[in-house]
């Protein structure tokens, strides 16, 4: 059974960090690329970053492109995401999600087979 699990969502000032994790199992981990997203109220589910299997590549949406940094241990089975500098608009459920790596890394949502159940993040200005 594939589980992803997130974990270190909070409540925070605008300006404070905080370390996403997202613990991964029932899976070959380094076999996947992974991504996280988010969704906040009313939004749709939107890209914040990704990084191919051996996390020598990553990528990230605009919007946290030199706040946020996206990073793995495949030996831990885990995939951390190190948010700086955070602003009322990150604001979000923030997901994990696991893709094959033979398919690439992509920025669609439709696109990643397995998913964690979500972590919440509330920034206030």
């Known amino acids: 059974q594939v589980q992803l699990v997130e974990s270190g969502g909070g409540l925070v000032q605008a300006g404070d960090s905080l370390r996403l994790s997202c613990a991964v199992s029932?899976?070959?981990?380094?076999?996947?690329?992974m991504g996280w997203f988010r969704q906040a109220p009313g939004k749709e589910r939107e890209f914040v970053a990704a990084?191919?299997?051996?996390?020598?590549?990553?990528y990230y949406a605009d919007s946290v492109k030199g706040r946020f940094t996206i990073s793995r241990v495949n030996a831990k089975n885990t995939v951390y995401l190190q948010m700086n500098g955070l602003r009322a608009e990150d604001t979000a459920v923030y997901y994990c999600?696991?893709?094959?790596?033979?398919?690439?890394?992509?920025?669609?949502?439709?696109?990643?087979?397995?998913w964690g159940q979500g972590t919440q993040v509330t920034v206030s200005s």
């Open positions: 999600a696991a893709r094959p790596r033979l398919l690439g890394v992509t920025v669609n949502s439709a696109d990643y087979n397995y």
């Open positions: 029932g899976l070959t981990f380094s076999s996947f690329a």
């Open positions: 990084i191919q299997w051996s996390g020598s590549s990553t």
